[in-house]
């Protein structure tokens, strides 16, 4: 095997690990965070505007702002993760509210009135029906975070971005593209598979 | 075993007022009047659903503060007219779903299910692994009573189940429910609008109007009532001539 194809493989691996080490804290921390928030309204709306917030900071400026943190911050890949995980934690609150909050009335009515415990209630109806809409915020969380990724390469993050960085700085179109291309199929790859876990969802 | 109601002054602001009301075990009664009269307030004063900002439910001589709402939730049926059937569950999961809280192991929640639909005219092995949005809306609601009425309830709570149906449907459905009641030993509150059901499914009426009881009696003698509201219905029901 050729040293680029080498790289390659094991740019996306390091791409793929990043990516699914912070989508998968992030769905840990989101989901409870956005049944927290259906339950406690006004705490829930300040906690969905941090969310919002976080979002609305550009990508390189926020590995800016983390890496002087102590313990979390720094130059390498851990710097990278946070960041990640901080990005996937809006789309998965977020959706995660809505699909509670767009379960019918009627339908949560009925299992009050038959006697569900609030908990009974969590995860035999009101989690069932909004998991189409959770399995939504993920996949963005997924897709969105393959593409911030490759910009954590510019704090020693690792990932495809690091060929794509070396490629801009050679000047080199096939590094670049070795870097760019892959990126760009794993977040089709990632966004069809959950599409399709999606739509089986909704049945 | 069929549950006795009674309320006495209840006030939920702003919906009912003063609200005296004494049911015995095994009665069927409607609650009728206009929307907003405060039907649907007092039905769910009975299971707690609405909590009343003075005055006691008691049901069966204790306060509903001092009851553990959701054992008495799981011997209440409760049916209402958006059927609220748990639309990612098949027909006889749905049917299911009090006696699994009960424990009821599968073959006995079968047993009970399959000759319940097979009257209600949902033929078990036709229904019974079907989910709720490949069905009519008549179909949605005869499952509704199937899970209401399953467990053999202590009291049946009705909040227009019939409401959104055709006339013809409705009449079946009617008479249905009133086929499955007979054998069971339950009270039963029916709120409706409708002055010809209120008289079909239950013995006594008692009708509302801005929050207040106005009137209370035998259902047959209902035509024959001067309570404004229900001369106001049967007025606005009957055909131009």
């Known amino acids: 095997m050729s040293t680029l194809a080498a790289d390659v493989l094991r740019a996306t691996g390091e791409h793929v690990i990043i990516v699914a080490i912070s989508v998968i804290v992030a769905i840990i921390a989101g989901v409870p965070l956005g049944i927290w928030c259906v339950r406690r309204a006004a705490a829930g709306r300040a906690a969905l505007r941090l969310v919002d917030a976080i979002q609305t900071i550009p990508s390189l400026a926020l590995f800016g702002l983390l890496i002087p943190i102590p313990f979390i911050g720094g130059i390498g890949m851990r710097t990278a993760i946070v960041a990640l995980i901080l990005y996937s934690l809006l789309p998965i609150v977020r959706n995660t509210v809505i699909g509670i909050r767009g379960v019918d009335a009627g339908v949560r009515e009925a299992g009050v009135a038959m006697g569900f415990t609030p908990r009974q209630l969590l995860f035999e109806v009101e989690l069932p029906l909004a998991m189409p809409s959770i399995v939504a915020g993920i996949r963005i969380a997924t897709v969105t975070g393959i593409g911030v990724a490759t910009i954590a390469a510019a704090i020693g993050g690792g990932g495809l971005g690091t060929l794509i960085f070396r490629g801009v700085a050679m000047v080199d179109t096939r590094l670049m593209l070795a870097g760019a291309a892959p990126a760009a199929v794993l977040a089709i790859v990632a966004d069809v598979v959950m599409t399709a876990v999606e739509r089986r969802l909704e049945r | ?241």
């Open chain 2, 1 to 241: 075993m069929a549950s006795s109601i009674e309320m006495s002054d209840v006030t939920v602001e702003p919906m009912v007022r003063n609200i005296d009301l004494r049911i015995a075990a095994g009665e069927a009664v409607a609650f009728i009047g206009r929307s907003g009269a405060g039907k649907t307030t007092s039905l769910r004063l009975i299971n707690g659903l609405v909590t009343p900002a003075s005055g006691e439910v008691r049901i069966d001589g204790v306060a509903l503060a001092k009851t553990d709402l959701i054992a008495l939730r799981r011997r209440t049926g409760y049916i209402i007219q958006s059927s609220g059937l748990f639309p990612h569950r098949t027909v006889l999961r749905n049917v299911a779903t009090i006696p699994r809280l009960l424990g009821w192991d599968d073959v006995r929640i079968r047993d009970a299910a399959a000759p319940l639909l097979d009257r209600l005219g949902l033929p078990f092995a036709k229904f019974a692994s079907r989910y709720p949005r490949s069905l009519s809306g008549g179909e949605q609601q005869r499952v509704g009573i199937a899970r209401a009425m399953i467990a053999r309830p202590s009291i049946l709570l009705c909040d227009e189940p019939f409401g959104a149906l055709d006339p013809i449907v409705r009449r079946e459905l009617q008479e249905g429910f009133c086929a499955i009641r007979e054998e069971g030993n339950t009270t039963i509150v029916f709120v409706t609008h409708d002055l010809a059901e209120a008289m079909r499914v239950a013995e006594r009426v008692v009708v509302f109007d801005g929050g207040c009881i106005v009137a209370d009696t035998p259902a047959r003698e209902l035509p024959r009532s001067d309570a404004a509201v229900v001369r106001q219905l049967v007025a606005a029901a009957s055909l131009p001539s």
